[in-house]
């Protein structure tokens, strides 16, 4: 069901679990059912489905949307900057409201639970603009990793590469995700994040992407992401 894209992955478990989807006639209610993706007839709701190409792109996110589908609040989404793409295709994991740069989006289910499961560890690296006392202690607590509502973020690239207006600029490569992760991690140190940028993800960068602006993938970017393989964690 997430490859024809009628939903995500969680939701098509269910959709098949409630006796919703045929295949060649009959009823399928176990989500992991193998089936011929090319010859097979898939009903939802007696309704016909297809497979849909697959889709992969690249986004700038400016500072000020939200990197979901919908949002409650009818805040501007991300899927407002990709309004002339007609499949439907979600993020690959979200940025924070106040962090722009790269995000990534597809409609290959697969894909997208690999790059956001935590035994991958994807290396993710971000411009960060830090003002505050940050100091070679600090920071070296920072990369060997801090505790934050005691959990211990895991060990992280950090560089310092200069300065602007917003404070220390430094280049931060990390392996997980936790929500307002880098944030907190400043905070714990005495520091405030000013300005976040991602401009990396499992080795697919950003560029020189305007922001708001989005492109396909290439072939060559495609199979970095499919060839994607698990890391031993520190």
């Known amino acids: 069901m997430s490859l024809c894209g009628i939903s995500s992955r969680r939701n098509a478990e269910k959709i098949i679990e409630d006796g919703r989807v045929m295949v060649d006639g009959i009823k399928i209610t176990f989500p992991g059912t193998k089936i011929d993706e090319t010859n097979s007839k898939i009903l939802l709701d007696n309704k016909r489905t297809k497979f849909e190409k697959k889709i992969y792109i690249m986004l700038n996110k400016p500072v000020g949307y939200i990197s979901t589908v919908r949002d409650e609040k009818n805040r501007p989404t991300i899927m407002n900057l990709t309004s002339e793409i007609k499949t439907r295709i979600y993020p690959i994991g979200r940025l924070d409201c106040t962090t722009e740069g790269l995000i990534l989006m597809t409609n290959d289910g697969e894909i997208t639970n690999k790059l956001t499961h935590p035994r991958y560890s994807i290396e993710k ?101 499919k060839a994607t393989k698990r890391k031993n964690d520190d």
Request: glycine share 6%; net charge positive.
């Open 125 to 225: 690296t971000y411009i960060a603009e830090v003002s505050g006392n940050l100091n070679p202690i600090a920071l070296t607590k920072l990369r060997k990793g801090i505790v934050i509502n005691n959990y211990k973020t895991k060990s992280a690239k950090i560089n310092i590469i200069g300065n602007s207006k917003y404070g220390i600029k430094l280049e931060i490569t990390l392996r997980e995700g936790k929500k307002h992760q880098i944030k907190d991690m400043f905070e714990m140190v005495n520091c405030k994040l000013n300005k976040l940028k991602r401009i990396s993800e499992s080795e697919i960068f950003l560029g020189n992407l305007p922001i708001g602006k989005w492109r396909k993938l290439n072939d060559s970017e495609i199979s970095k992401l």
